[in-house]
């Protein structure tokens, strides 16, 4: 900075006058000015403070992830919120259509306190207006527009990409509760979100299912929902609740189901046959899922045994499936049905492949199979002696259906059974019905040998003969009439007349009556009379000898 000018004096010389003595020279002191300095400050304080609340934001910001969808519908970039139990944990950044414009990216930046919502296991969905079987969810956001809702995962492995569900999941991780793995041949009418019912109350649901590998089954995960779970042991027997169960008994027409929703929607329903459910069961533990309770609660069946049997008879109405009954009681069902040809006996047979379950009848009998005295074979020997046959029987007359009965024909021949094949080969007999029908078409063929025609000859011979006869019948009736009816008259006259003699006869007030009268009361005193003499006899038998003795006075 340059040194300032020094004012004019007063006593400066005028022009023109002699030059004076020369003043002393001034020193130039430079003076400091702060002003500047506190200028610079201002721009470095807010710098500072915006490094400070750039240093708080990147402090404080959240990971950013991908969330793949198949549509972006109801999302909004800049606005759709992240919800976990209904709180924010972050926002949509961007929403781009994919390359191959398969799926639309959802970019999410997280707050800080949602790192943990990087886990590989973490599950993402949008939660919109819906109605499934699970009931009505996503009301709330017809005012307040969708979001996306979060399932924290609990795997230490993360990511910055994930799937969206289509469908928000039925369970998450902070319900309470266990789940556990039901193995079925179909998955019926159920559907993520059915319910399931413990004593027709709903404590759980459907939680997803899958088909099996080999494609034979299907897997279902049920939840059940505290405190309903410690219900749930390892003798449960879980079944199909869906639809209506409609029994058939002696006491009449028995209709059961869940509830109404499960007719619609079906459903699972469990409990444990005679309330004996044992230890409760551990989490992801398996059931099998039966068709019906029936089925559930039935005792296992045990070791299954295959039989062969041969009909020579129509099969029509028998389907596999078909249950083998003795004497009421299913102990097995029909697996399969063919044809074959006999080439030494040069017919057909039909061959029924069953399936007996043994224990069905031995744990309804007294003896036990380790107390008997005899092995499978000899008992199987030995029914067959004492005439164990299977025979086709009808099992519904509406229907036409039929199924294989096993029971005893002591008067049938005797058939030997090889114990030893496999499968074992049963002896049959000819359904009842057939011998009927056998029966039946024996009486038709003997009808058909009858000459009817020579019949109906003889009949119309013999018809002509009887007309002949009547119109001479005829004939002989108007001669009687004409030659026999005035002496039938005469002689009636005469009949009246010996009537009328007969009458006056027998009047009260004839002679004959009077007469008889009179005869009577002689008949009466001899009757007297004798009962007097028979009563003097018994007290004097020795008068007949000796005769009537005098009588003596005294």
């Known amino acids: 900075m340059s040194a300032e000018t020094p004012p004019p004096s007063n006593n400066a010389l005028p022009e023109g006058a002699p030059d004076a003595a020369p003043a002393p020279k001034a020193k130039v002191r430079r003076r400091r000015n702060w002003l500047p300095s506190l200028i610079w400050l201002i721009p470095i304080v807010a710098a500072l403070v915006g490094l400070w609340l750039v240093a708080k934001i990147l402090r404080e910001r959240g990971p950013e992830i991908y969330i793949n969808f198949v549509t972006a519908e109801g999302l909004e970039a800049g606005k759709t919120a992240v919800r976990y139990k209904d709180v924010q944990i972050g926002v949509v950044e961007t929403i781009r259509l994919a390359r191959d414009r398969s799926h639309v990216q959802v970019k999410v930046q997280l707050k800080k306190e949602a790192e943990g919502f990087t886990a590989v296991d973490t599950r993402y969905w949008v939660v ?37 569900l289509e469908q ?41 299912y899958q088909l099996d590998g080999d494609g034979r089954g299907v897997t279902l995960r049920v939840f059940v929902n505290a405190p309903y779970d410690k219900f749930v042991g390892v003798n449960t027997r879980f079944w199909h609740a869906s639809g209506i169960d409609v029994q058939l ?33 551990t989490e992801n533990t398996s059931f099998a899922l039966a068709e019906d309770e029936s089925m559930a609660m039935r005792e296992p069946d045990g070791e299954s045994r295959s039989m062969l049997l041969y009909f020579n008879q129509s099969l029509r109405g028998l389907t596999v499936g078909a249950p083998v009954d003795f004497r009421g009681i299913v102990i097995g069902e029909v697996k399969s049905i063919g044809a074959e040809f006999d080439s030494s006996q040069r017919e057909f ?7 007996v379950y043994p224990d069905r009848l031995r744990r309804r009998s007294r003896e036990k199979e380790e107390d008997s005295r005899w092995t499978p074979e000899q008992r199987i020997r030995w029914l067959v002696g004492k005439g164990l046959r299977a025979q086709l029987r009808t099992g519904n007359l509406l229907t036409g259906q039929n199924y294989v009965a096993l029971d005893f024909f002591p008067h049938t021949a005797p058939a030997k059974i090889d114990v030893s094949k496999n499968p074992m080969e049963l002896p049959t007999v000819p359904n009842s019905l057939d011998d ?70 027998i009047a009260s ?44 006075k005294q």
Do not use: C, W
């Open 249 to 281: 008994s002696a006491a009449g027409v028995a209709v059961r189901t869940q509830s109404l929703a499960t007719i619609v929607l079906g459903g699972i329903a469990f409990q444990a046959p005679d309330d004996e459910m044992g230890p409760t069961a």
């Open 436 to 505: 009927l029908q056998a029966q039946l078409q024996e009486i038709v063929t003997k009808v058909n040998k009858v000459p009817f025609d020579q019949i109906g000859k003889d009949v119309r011979t013999t018809l002509a003969s009887m007309d002949k006869t009547l119109k001479s019948l005829e004939k002989l009736t108007s001669g009687l009439n004409n030659d026999v009816s005035p002496e039938i008259t005469a002689a009636m006259k005469d009949v009246r007349k010996t009537l009328n003699t007969a009458e006056r006869t």
């Open 509 to 552: 007030d004839s002679p004959l009556q009077q007469d008889m009268r009179q005869t009577l009361q002689e008949l009466t005193r001899a009757a007297a009379s004798l009962r007097v003499l028979t009563d003097y006899l018994e007290r004097h038998p020795e008068s007949l000898l000796r005769g009537k003795p005098e009588d003596t």
């Open 128 to 164: 919109r207006p819906r109605f499934d079987t699970s009931g009505i969810s996503g009301l709330g956001t017809l005012l307040s527009g969708a979001y996306i809702g979060a399932d924290a995962g609990e795997s230490e492995e993360t990511q910055s990409e994930f799937k969206g």
């Open 168 to 208: 928000p999941p039925i369970i998450t991780r902070g319900a309470n509760g266990r789940q556990f793995v039901l193995r079925a041949r179909d998955v019926g009418s159920l559907d993520i979100g059915s319910p399931v019912y413990y004593r027709r109350i709903k404590v759980g649901q459907v939680a997803s």
């Open 349 to 355: 047979r039909m061959p029924v492949m069953v399936e």
